[in-house]
Structure formats: C-alpha cells, structure tokens
C-alpha cells in the first residue's frame, strides 16, 4: 500500500516561481526522501531528512518536515525550466532498514 | 563515473513471452531493489536482495522472479508476460549512509511493451 501521499497531483508555473509540493504519511519514519523523475528517465535522489530533523536545505531546495502531522514539504525556489519533473517523497520505516515507500508524486511544469 | 546501468532501455515481448531485464552497478552497494513503475504511479517495490539475501514482496506476483549472481548485477523474469505487466521497471541500489538511512540510486529504467 502507498505510504505517502502528495499534493497537489499536479502544479503549473512559470520561471522565477517558487514551487511547494507537501507530502503526508501515515506510520513512524527513520527518515524521508525527496526524487525527481525526468518524463521517461529514472529518479534522483535530491535530498534525506531524518525523523529528528525539521528543516534541511540543498541549493534551492528546502524540505521541512513535522513528524507530529506526519507531514513534509518541499520547496524549489526561483525555478527554472528545468526543474519541469515529476517530484516524490519516500519514507523510510523504523521497522526497516532501507526499504522506501513513494508518494504518487506531483507533476512540475516549468514554462519559461 | 559510478553509476547504474540498465539493458536494454526499451524492450519489447510478446504476450506469454519470457523476457529478462537487467541491472549491473559499479558503486559496489550491497543491496539492490526492482520497482515497476506504471504511468503517473509510484514506484512499486517488486523486491530487493540485500548481498545475496532475497526479499520478495508479499504482493509481487509469482510471475516475477529475480537472480543476482554477483554483487554488480541483478536480473529480472517475467516469465509469462501479461498485457498488465507494460510498465516502466527501474533498478536501484543503495548502501547505508553513515549518517543512518539510506538513499538509493536508480538506473534510467527499461519500458517494457507486451504485444
């Protein structure tokens, strides 16, 4: 069964825009993972947040996450066309050593 | 550069048809995983090998089997492919971090087609 849950499903903007895409699971995490899937191609790890972090930061990508909503969000700021995707939160269980479950994903459209 | 490589990158099979898709990686990770991945869904985990140990999932059909011969590749049956089995099947592999938790690294994908 899925884990995560992301919304919105799908998000249009233009160049220079700030993009949020929030993600919500339902069991305990040692962590959660954020991907980015290019149309066809396969994904790309973008960043990692432990269960005992709240915020992290990589280039323009800010995660939060709140382990007591069981929430997490994503934030690409002044994007760009390339940064058209399709996004994924993954979470990692306590029980396990490794194993993802993925979010559905939200769809990023860029336009210039 | 280190990397996941999977062959071919679009395969196409008939119906009933087996097929085996293929991974090989040089970043030396221990384990490995196949998802299958339809269009606009989730991954969906089919199974993984940690080292030689094989994990299957409770819900991956007995359709689906796996081999991993070496630490570099790892393979995928589908032994009578059905119509349902088209789908985009990724490979990933992952080490644990030393920080805890582990990130996983996926090849390009290979798109099946069943005819």
């Known amino acids: 069964s899925q884990q995560g849950e992301e919304d919105p499903q799908a998000l249009s903007i233009q160049e220079g825009e700030n993009a949020t895409m929030n993600c919500s699971y339902k069991?305990?995490?040692?962590?959660l993972q954020w991907y980015r899937q290019n149309s066809g191609r396969g994904l790309v790890h973008l960043i990692l947040?432990?269960?005992?972090?709240r915020e992290k930061h990589s280039g323009r990508l800010r995660v939060t996450l709140d382990t007591s909503k069981k929430s997490s969000s994503l934030l690409i700021t002044a994007s760009r066309a390339a940064d058209t995707a399709s996004y994924f939160c993954?979470?990692?269980?306590?029980?396990?050593?490794?194993?993802?479950?993925f979010g559905a994903g939200t769809q990023v459209v860029v336009t210039p | 550069d280190a990397m996941v490589i999977q062959n071919p990158r679009y395969q196409v099979t008939q119906f009933g048809k087996p097929v085996t898709l293929s991974c090989s990686q040089t970043?030396?990770?221990?384990?490995m995983y196949w998802y299958q991945q339809k269009s606009s869904q989730a991954p969906k985990l089919l199974f993984h090998?940690?080292?030689?140990?094989?994990?299957n999932e409770a819900d991956t059909p007995d359709n689906f089997q796996s081999r991993r011969p070496n630490t570099s590749f790892c393979f995928l049956d589908i032994r009578s492919p059905g119509l349902g089995d088209a789908a985009m099947y990724l490979c990933?592999?992952?080490?644990?971090?030393?920080?805890?938790?582990?990130?996983?690294?996926f090849g390009p994908g290979t798109r099946l087609t069943v005819t």
């Open positions: 990933a592999t992952s080490r644990k971090r030393t920080s805890g938790g582990y990130e996983q690294y």
């Open positions: 069991t305990s995490i040692n962590n």
């Open positions: 947040i432990r269960s005992n972090e």
């Open positions: 993954a979470t990692a269980s306590t029980d396990s050593w490794g194993k993802l479950q």
């Open positions: 970043l030396n990770h221990n384990v």
């Open positions: 090998y940690y080292d030689k140990d094989f994990n």
